[in-house]
């Protein structure tokens, strides 16, 4: 019995299959209004016909949902569909020989313009348009990822294109989408606005990638070696359990070989990591977190100044002095910096940071005395070479002459170079020369300070004294009306002062081919009594204090290292008239000219000033100056030796 219920099971499961292959070969072909016959044809585009041809005579025909696909026979063995509505539906078909099969129909819109265009971007790349939902489906396997973005853009473009679905009341005239599409090129939040507004379909990338694109730590590692980041190594600090471009952070460690090299690093890495982003000041920022002793920032400590290619920088020393160093100007000796909003992290170690010794010389020479020095060069040379020009010393080579670069550096005082104000070279002896000059009193030492900064730091310098001013005087009010009365003193009184003397302000800075770049500011200032008693004699008031005779001069300039560089141009003049007679006879007629003398001198100082700046660099330590043996090696030596002399006289004795 339950052998005749197995054979009786197997032979109905049979006779299922066997009616199953025999309904599927009802379906002959379907013809798409392209002209394009084929079996397998199941999606079938908006609004077109399609001819239906069976192989078996037709019974009768049902569709699903008839809004979406409307059909109709047209003999026993054809029928004839109209795609109406995109959607999905199946249509069932019976057959004369008491059969029936099921098709599954895809309606979908004319996607022909778009599916060569994203043939033409790559042949693998296919495209379906999912039926249950407004949404595009991009299959396939391209070489690298620009052909998947390719590919999605081109999608994106061509849905945002439209127009959205006729239901739509914001697109139902022509007028208005127009303008809609106009804007849509326009600020970032019209689109946005857009895109809630219309309907466009949904871009599914499916598109596999052969070739993965690097990642944002190999792209980073890869861009900075080009800057001199080589010693540079980015690691990313995870947030979570995958990485996470928004959350995590990029921490560069290791060293650079100077502070230009640090800034072209940052900068790199900033605008790999945040792109468009880092036009915004908030994301352009490199924030200074701790110096270089491990001192932690507060935000009230914290100042901001520009920064390299776009990018500023905030922080300061963090104490509440008056100093003027800050780590802003030379961010080289930060021990953790902040850049991209946090998106990165920097601990790179700079290794060169240089020091700066500006020698300053300042010389006032006296032009009347020097155009009346005769000076011998007979003591310093051995002749004149017509040849080359030279003095020669003498017993030496006329090449090797001294007194060739007095020679020149005599020419910028005396006015052979009047047309230079600023004169950088190693030919011109001046310690030379106003040793020379000041011995004969033609020239005045007024200073001789010697600076050392930081790279980028600035220094200042200043001798001298104050004069105090004072200040006194009683308001007395309105006279009539907005006039206002005169002020007497003695009521409110003060006192200021006025500093006189020398002062000297020096920035410098070095490149990486050790360029020292040079701002300074030089002023002299004294106390001019003959100023002081003309403004009192014309005021016809006495003054309280002293008027000043002030030079300064600011400049930048570019030197090599050890290049000296002489300023002049600052030129004071004193003319002076005396007049000495004998009181009483001075008054007799005729006779009292013989008594008197007069005598009248006009004095003219140029402020000459020589600086010479030189770079102090820190001795590496891991140059070993000084190696000595160990203990160990030394017995070992020892040991050795004696054993080699043992040897050597049992030799001898067996000789």
């Known amino acids: 019995m339950k052998f005749f219920k197995l054979v009786l099971i197997n032979y109905i499961w049979l006779l299922a299959l066997f009616s199953t292959v025999c309904a599927a070969d009802g379906l002959k072909f379907v013809e798409t209004a392209d002209s394009k016959k084929s079996k397998e044809t199941r999606e079938l585009v908006q609004w077109t016909h399609s001819r239906l041809v069976f192989n078996k005579p037709l019974e009768r025909i049902a569709v699903g949902q008839e809004e979406t696909l409307q059909v109709e026979v047209l003999s026993k063995n054809e029928a004839l569909a109209l795609a109406k509505k995109v959607g999905r539906t199946s249509v069932m078909v019976w057959y004369t020989d008491n059969t029936s099969e099921t098709f599954l129909f895809t309606v979908t819109s004319d996607l022909s313009v778009l599916h060569h265009a994203i043939k033409d971007i790559h042949p693998n790349i296919s495209l379906t348009l999912a039926p249950d939902r407004n949404a595009l489906v991009l299959r396939g396997k391209v070489p690298t990822i620009k052909y998947r973005i390719a590919a999605e853009a081109a999608a994106r473009n061509y849905f945002e294109a439209g127009q959205g679905d006729n239901d739509n009341v914001l697109l139902q005239s022509s007028a208005i989408a127009s303008l809609v599409n106009n804007l849509r090129m326009q600020d970032k939040d019209v689109q946005h606005t857009l895109k809630r507004k219309t309907k466009s379909a949904a871009i599914i990338n499916l598109i596999k990638v052969e070739i993965l694109p690097e990642d944002i730590v190999t792209r980073v590692k890869n861009n900075i070696n080009l800057v001199g980041g080589e010693s540079v190594t980015v690691t990313r600090v995870q947030h979570g359990d995958v990485p996470n471009a928004n959350q995590d952070t990029l921490l560069l460690k290791g060293y650079v070989d100077n502070q230009v090299e640090l800034v072209r690093v940052l900068t790199v890495a900033s605008r790999l990591v945040t792109g468009e982003e880092s036009k915004k000041s908030k994301e352009a920022i490199i924030t200074i977190l701790a110096n270089e002793s491990g001192g932690l920032f507060t935000s009230n400590s914290k100042k901001s100044s520009a920064g390299p290619a776009g990018l500023g920088i905030s922080g300061s020393s963090g104490s509440s002095g008056s100093s003027d160093n800050?780590?802003?100007?030379?961010?080289?000796?930060?021990?953790?910096?902040?850049?991209?909003?946090?998106?990165?992290?920097?601990?790179?170690?700079?290794?060169?940071?240089?020091?700066?010794?500006?020698?300053?010389?300042?010389?006032?020479?006296?032009?009347?005395?020097?155009?009346?020095?005769?000076?011998?060069?007979?003591?310093?040379?051995?002749?004149?070479?017509?040849?080359?020009?030279?003095?020669?010393?003498?017993?030496?080579?006329?090449?090797?002459?001294?007194?060739?670069?007095?020679?020149?550096?005599?020419?910028?005082?005396?006015?052979?170079?009047?047309?230079?104000?600023?004169?950088?070279?190693?030919?011109?002896?001046?310690?030379?020369?106003?040793?020379?000059?000041?011995?004969?009193?033609?020239?005045?030492?007024?200073?001789?300070?010697?600076?050392?900064?930081?790279?980028?730091?600035?220094?200042?310098?200043?001798?001298?004294?104050?004069?105090?001013?004072?200040?006194?005087?009683?308001?007395?009010?309105?006279?009539?009306?907005?006039?206002?009365?005169?002020?007497?003193?003695?009521?409110?009184?003060?006192?200021?002062?006025?500093?006189?003397?020398?002062?000297?302000?020096?920035?410098?800075?070095?490149?990486?081919?050790?360029?020292i770049t040079l701002d300074l500011n030089p002023t002299i200032s004294t106390p001019d009594t003959l100023l002081t008693q003309e403004i009192s004699s014309s005021t016809g008031s006495g003054l309280n204090t002293s008027a000043f005779n002030v030079r300064s001069i600011s400049t930048s300039t570019r030197l090599r290292d050890g290049q000296p560089m002489v300023i002049g141009g600052l030129v004071s003049r004193d003319i002076n008239n005396n007049r000495d007679f004998i009181p009483g006879a001075s008054r007799v007629p005729v006779l009292g000219k013989l008594a008197e003398s007069t005598s009248d001198s006009d004095t003219e100082r140029e402020l000459f000033i020589i600086v010479t700046p030189t770079i102090v660099r820190e001795m590496k330590h891991e140059v070993n100056l000084w190696q000595f043996p160990s203990t160990e090696f030394l017995l070992q030596k020892s040991v050795f030796n004696v054993n080699q002399a043992f040897n050597a006289s049992e030799k001898e004795t067996v000789k």
């Open 326 to 515: 800050n780590l802003a100007s030379n961010i080289g000796r930060a021990k953790l910096l902040s850049i991209a909003g946090g998106k990165l992290l920097s601990v790179i170690e700079v290794r060169d940071l240089p020091l700066i010794r500006v020698s300053v010389q300042m010389y006032e020479v006296n032009h009347r005395r020097l155009k009346q020095w005769r000076p011998d060069f007979s003591v310093l040379s051995k002749g004149y070479d017509k040849t080359s020009g030279n003095f020669g010393l003498a017993g030496a080579s006329p090449n090797e002459s001294s007194s060739t670069k007095v020679n020149n550096a005599l020419q910028v005082l005396g006015g052979g170079l009047v047309n230079n104000l600023q004169v950088a070279g190693k030919d011109f002896a001046f310690d030379l020369l106003f040793s020379m000059l000041e011995e004969e009193g033609i020239s005045k030492t007024l200073s001789r300070p010697t600076l050392t900064v930081l790279a980028g730091e600035s220094a200042v310098f200043s001798a001298g004294g104050e004069v105090p001013v004072p200040t006194a005087f009683a308001p007395s009010g309105i006279v009539s009306g907005d006039e206002v009365g005169a002020n007497t003193s003695g009521v409110f009184s003060g006192t200021t002062f006025k500093s006189f003397g020398v002062q000297l302000q020096v920035r410098a800075m070095v490149d990486e081919h050790d360029r």
